[in-house]
């Protein structure tokens, strides 16, 4: 039992480390910081007291545990975040389960244990509020969503999944022509695979299926609801980008308070066939004029998307090019290396 218990306790101290560094330098949470130290320094008690017969039992050498390794991709600290709580909390209930020849310890752990629940909510909403907006600062590839063109709903989402599986950064389901029903039960499904693949999912134009689907955020275009009232309906947390097509309303929504614009269409596109194109000195404009993040879109291709870098555009959205590619995950790959 001394094994189990000094592996859990190291496991323990380790994950509160990684969340405290979290509440010190991503949220500049003092209060929070301290709770998790002083919850490590608890631990490192036990730890101290039994220091001796801990380090006897400890025999890493022969610990089959250690051959097996995670497959999960942690790549940004909402996923550092989840799997390190989750860690916390199970090296918690293992201590208070194999402390049986020590009640007070085992107290102890399970109400370390219980802390750790409202902990995770409180830090899992201020991660939400705030990271969720600086990660956009990282996320190049858009992918923008039309069913129109497949024969079956298991078609769509096969290509849906491959794109994500490709490296999409955000997904924007957008259907024009479904029913709100229908786009309910089909954002449901995208939400699920949008998780798997730790995506970012958006939903166009609608801020009440938005907020039914609990997703991460909703995009509006120009005659849509306005950011203040998506954002009393949604939440601090949400994700509110914008469909801008000239200066005057990339200034509008940055002050507005937006989180990100989309400019264009920046080539004719059948995707707006009303809209005119914007051409590439609406994207230079920007580049050089709105801090917010901003992600060109309209008939960006593989052919001509080197010429949207070009003029200092970072992040794109595609719809066709990649939702329509015979093979959705490759394409994404090929616009990745082209974003760098």
């Known amino acids: ?61 022969n610990d089959v545990g250690i051959c097996i390794k995670n497959p999960d991709k942690r790549c940004d600290i909402e996923t550092i975040f989840k799997a390190n709580i989750k860690r916390l909390q199970q090296a918690l209930r293992v201590l208070a389960e ?28 201020k991660l939400k509020e705030q990271y969720n907006k600086y990660m956009l600062e990282n996320k190049k590839l858009y992918l923008v969503t039309n069913s129109d063109k497949f024969e079956t709903e298991t078609d769509f989402l096969n290509a849906v999944a491959s794109a994500l599986k490709g490296g999409v950064d955000i997904l924007q389901l957008r259907e024009k022509t479904m029913s709100a029903n229908k786009i309910i039960e089909l954002g449901k499904k995208i939400k699920l695979l949008c998780a798997e693949y730790n995506t970012t999912f958006i939903v166009n134009d609608r801020v009440d299926i938005a907020y039914i689907l609990e997703a991460d955020g909703v995009h509006l275009g120009q005659d849509d609801m306005d950011v203040a009232s998506a954002r009393k ?108």
């Open 98 to 125: 194999y402390s049986v020849n020590n009640p007070e310890h085992a107290a102890a752990f399970e109400n370390m244990r219980y802390k750790t629940y409202t902990l995770e909510k409180i830090m899992w909403d």
């Open 233 to 340: 309906i949604l939440g601090n947390n949400a994700i509110i980008g914008i469909s801008t097509h000239a200066p005057e309303q990339a200034k509008k929504a940055v002050d507005d308070g937006a989180d990100y614009i989309g400019v264009g269409p920046v080539f004719t596109t059948p995707t707006k066939p009303t809209t005119k194109s914007v051409g590439l000195e609406y994207v230079n404009w920007v580049s050089k004029n709105i801090q917010i993040p901003y992600f060109a879109i309209g008939g960006i291709n593989l052919e001509n998307v080197d010429e949207v870098i070009k003029n200092g555009a970072k992040r794109i959205a595609v719809v066709r090019a990649i939702i329509n590619a015979e093979n959705p995950e490759h394409a994404v790959k090929e616009f990745l290396k082209h974003l760098g």
């Open 1 to 61: 039992m001394k094994r189990i218990i000094d592996a859990n306790l190291n496991r323990g101290n380790e994950a509160l480390r990684v969340i405290e560094e979290i509440t010190r330098f991503i949220l500049n949470d003092k209060n929070l910081s301290e709770e998790l130290k002083i919850m490590r320094h608890q631990l490192s008690m036990v730890q101290e007291a039994d220091y001796s017969e801990l380090l006897a039992a400890r025999d890493t050498e």
